[in-house]
């Protein structure tokens, strides 16, 4: 299966800022099809992004995704204060689907 | 849009068979592949399996031996039975619809504790 790695494991910025959180694969990722996800606790995740840089339905366009292969990376143009929270990336280009561990964007 | 509601025991007996229904509302079940999905409690998130309208099935191999999933169409629910549970086995367990592979409809999530 692909072992999907994220970094860093927590980033902590101020309201404002560029959010770059990474999402590496063990093995290409084919079709680019990883999403990622927000999830804050005691919620549901909520899919951002799909196929690497779609955005999803409702999603503010602060958010983008790009990358292709084993590299992709979520980016948060400028952190509102929803924006804390935990993301995770996905890939469903192989079976079985698989996660990331999580990066947790804090505030400083 | 479609929403979905899990529903089931919040606490079950190691060595036990886990039981989940997840209802479906505002589209018919047969538009979507439906999954489960779980996150132990402070840890990240393991895709179980999905059902299809049709009874089709597909499993994450790491847990395929203990896991059956079936669809009601009568009722617009699917369920999960998770068997031989362990303590590893507590987490909240979400029911996801999607068309594509990624998963963009969530329900709220359950609960589900192992312990005697």
């Known amino acids: 299966e692909i072992v999907l790695t994220q970094s860093p494991g927590t980033l902590s910025l101020s309201p404002g800022e560029r959010a770059t959180l990474s999402c590496r694969a063990s093995?290409?990722?084919?079709?680019?099809?990883l999403a990622w996800f927000q999830q804050k606790p005691g919620q549901a995740p909520r899919l951002l992004i799909y196929?690497?840089?779609n955005r999803a339905s409702g999603i503010p366009d602060r958010f983008s995704g790009s990358g292709s292969g084993t590299d992709f990376i979520l980016t948060i143009s400028r952190l509102e204060p929803e924006d804390f929270a935990m993301y995770y990336c996905q890939q469903y280009g192989s079976s079985p689907q698989t996660f990331g561990q999580g990066t947790k964007v804090e505030i400083k | 849009q479609v929403q979905q509601q899990e529903s089931g025991p919040g606490l079950v007996k190691p060595s036990e068979t886990l039981s989940l229904t997840c209802t479906v509302s505002?589209?018919?079940?047969?538009?979507?592949?439906w999954s489960w999905i779980r996150q132990p409690p402070g840890k990240g998130l393991e895709w179980i399996g999905y059902?299809?309208?049709?009874?089709?099935?597909k499993f994450n191999p790491s847990l395929k031996s203990r896991v059956s999933m079936s669809v009601d169409r009568s009722k617009n629910q699917f369920s999960l039975k998770l068997n031989s549970l362990t303590a590893a086995d507590t987490a909240v367990y979400y029911c996801?619809?999607?068309?594509?592979?990624?998963?963009?409809?969530w329900g709220q999530g359950i609960l589900v504790t192992v312990s005697s």
């Open positions: 505002g589209d018919s079940i047969s538009s979507y592949y």
């Open positions: 093995q290409t990722v084919s079709g680019r099809y």
């Open positions: 996801a619809g999607h068309r594509g592979g990624f998963f963009d409809n």
């Open positions: 059902v299809y309208y049709s009874g089709s099935t």
């Open positions: 196929d690497a840089s």
